[in-house]
């Protein structure tokens, strides 16, 4: 493995075998959904889930840094009238693996499709659970930030003197607020609930998620240079994006289709795409081989 971008088609079990142990900064991925149809991408059923899921969670462990972090995009889905708890599981056992469960993350689908159910609504939001493997991890979260809003055109104009002290919660919870901290500010930290549109665009793939959704935690977790691991790419967004981000991007696939799809997408955007601004990519400078 050179210091660059690159996919690999394979079980993510056993390819993983082959990376160096603590060489990631990033692992961002969206697994298979547990599916009891056979046709369905994975058609894992919920019940063999998270015995399929561990040793898959054991190499990341090993290959993930002990100052990176495990973000795991997922949603239960409804079994036989009910939702399965294979998510609640995976969670509890990916815990006694050794991993953290340092945050949860809420992706918001602000144009998820509309349907009808007899027993539920539409699903309109996703899990991102955040594992680590020790307490003390990279986070950078000035590069998140986002503008305070017109809230504060007003609210600051007239501060009442418990605006200016830490005033309490009514209610004795320990918790209170000093309003008076937000005077001269533009930016604020955002909320762990991440507003995002579905993926419009045809990407051939039966579950791609925006580009926004890997970048918002590439920002988060990441400085240029470093590396993002995607064990269950797909059609390839997190390595693409982490790419143009000046990144390095490594995405493992086991459906040929799906690897062709990303392999075609990733050449292309190796030649034709620019990073955006923002961004101001520079040569990647690494002495340790990932592969």
Same mark, same amino acid.
């Given at each position: 493995m050179?210091n660059?971008?690159?996919?690999?088609?394979?079980d993510a079990k056993?390819?993983?075998?082959?990376?160096?142990?603590?060489?990631?900064?990033?692992?961002?991925?969206s697994?298979?959904?547990a599916?009891r149809?056979k =046709?369905? !991408?994975?058609?894992i059923?919920?019940?063999d889930?998270? $015995? #399929?899921?561990l040793?898959?969670g054991?190499? *990341?462990?090993?290959?993930?840094?002990?100052?990176g972090?495990?973000?795991l995009n997922?949603?239960?889905?409804?079994?036989?009238?009910e939702r399965?708890?294979?998510?609640?599981?995976?969670v509890?056992?990916?815990?006694?693996?050794?991993?953290?469960?340092?945050?949860?993350?809420?992706?918001?689908k602000?144009?998820?499709?509309?349907?009808k159910?007899?027993?539920?609504?539409?699903?309109?939001?996703?899990?991102?659970?955040?594992?680590?493997?020790?307490?003390?991890? =990279?986070m !950078?979260?000035?590069e998140?930030m986002i503008p305070?809003? $017109? #809230?504060?055109n007003g609210r600051?104009?007239? *501060?009442?003197?418990?605006?200016?002290?830490?005033?309490?919660?009514k209610?004795?919870?320990?918790f209170?607020?000093?309003?008076s901290?937000?005077?001269?500010r533009?930016?604020?930290?955002?909320?762990n609930?991440?507003h995002?549109?579905t993926e419009?665009?045809?990407?051939?793939?039966?579950?791609?998620?925006?580009?926004?959704?890997?970048?918002?935690?590439?920002k988060l977790f990441?400085k240029?240079g470093?590396?993002?691991?995607?064990?269950f790419?797909g059609?390839?967004?997190?390595?693409?994006?982490?790419?143009?981000?000046?990144?390095?991007?490594?995405g493992?696939?086991?459906?040929?289709?799906?690897?062709d799809?990303?392999?075609?997408?990733?050449?292309?955007n190796?030649?034709?795409?620019?990073?955006?601004?923002s961004?101001?990519?520079?040569?990647i400078?690494?002495?340790?081989?990932?592969?």
């Amino acid at each position: 493995m050179n210091n660059k971008t690159k996919i690999y088609l394979g079980d993510a079990k056993e390819v993983l075998k082959d990376f160096e142990s603590n060489s990631v900064d990033l692992i961002f991925t969206s697994p298979p959904y547990a599916d009891r149809r056979k =046709n369905t !991408y994975g058609g894992i059923k919920p019940e063999d889930y998270v $015995d #399929w899921f561990l040793p898959i969670g054991q190499q *990341l462990f090993r290959v993930l840094k002990p100052s990176g972090t495990f973000i795991l995009n997922i949603k239960e889905k409804a079994d036989r009238g009910e939702r399965h708890t294979y998510v609640i599981e995976l969670v509890l056992a990916l815990k006694r693996q050794g991993w953290l469960w340092t945050e949860e993350f809420i992706w918001h689908k602000k144009n998820s499709y509309p349907g009808k159910w007899p027993n539920r609504f539409r699903d309109s939001w996703e899990h991102l659970y955040q594992f680590n493997k020790t307490r003390s991890f =990279n986070m !950078y979260q000035e590069e998140v930030m986002i503008p305070i809003g $017109d #809230w504060a055109n007003g609210r600051l104009k007239k *501060l009442s003197e418990t605006d200016k002290i830490r005033d309490n919660a009514k209610n004795l919870s320990g918790f209170g607020k000093n309003v008076s901290n937000w005077l001269g500010r533009n930016y604020v930290y955002p909320t762990n609930v991440l507003h995002l549109a579905t993926e419009c665009s045809n990407k051939n793939h039966s579950a791609a998620f925006p580009d926004e959704l890997p970048e918002w935690f590439i920002k988060l977790f990441t400085k240029e240079g470093e590396v993002v691991l995607d064990p269950f790419m797909g059609s390839g967004t997190t390595v693409i994006v982490a790419n143009n981000m000046g990144r390095i991007g490594l995405g493992i696939e086991i459906v040929k289709e799906y690897f062709d799809l990303a392999d075609n997408q990733l050449r292309q955007n190796l030649f034709v795409a620019e990073p955006k601004d923002s961004y101001d990519k520079t040569k990647i400078k690494r002495s340790k081989k990932v592969h």
